[in-house]
């Protein structure tokens, strides 16, 4: 694979091309992980509204039918169910782990065995999450990709 990156100060807008002539799980991964980059989620905190960008959300987790998205510093309000973020992040590096839980696999430290066939999972700031066997089968296939 060859990578080339062309700087002009004369470019409005980034614009990223892939000549290839085959989709091999490799690029679609790799394209999945560029087009997050395209995207963030309108939350709330401290009664204002932020744009959060996909890449710098560690999860997102329902308390008490209220939907967080976590940081590696900040929790924020979604108004979104976790559902509707499932539908509109499935095609990224998010993974459901859990009944209340989606965690962005960019963020995956490591896995490790759990009581009750579990996995726990450490992310890249230390956090731990549980991830309930029914869910372990969908985030290998997602680590796979």
Do not use: W
Not at 25 to 44: A, G, M, P, V, W
Not at 78 to 94: G, P
């Amino acid at each position: 694979m060859k990578l080339t990156i062309h700087q002009d100060e004369q470019i409005k807008e980034t614009e990223i091309v892939i000549n290839c002539s085959y989709v091999d799980n490799r690029l679609e991964k790799l394209s999945n992980y560029i087009r997050q980059y395209t995207f963030s989620l309108e939350c709330e905190s401290d009664n204002k509204i932020y744009q959060i960008p996909l890449e710098e959300i560690f999860y997102a987790e329902t308390v008490d039918g209220k939907t967080f998205l976590y940081t590696k510093e900040h929790t924020y309000l979604c108004r979104q169910s976790l559902t509707t973020l499932e539908d509109r992040l499935k095609h990224m590096t998010f993974v459901r782990i859990s009944k209340s839980c989606i965690l962005n696999i960019s963020h995956l430290k490591c896995v490790a065995p759990f009581v009750n066939h579990r996995l726990k999972a450490e992310l890249t700031n230390g956090e731990q999450l549980i991830i309930s066997r029914n869910y372990i089968d969908a985030l290998k296939a997602q680590l796979r990709k």
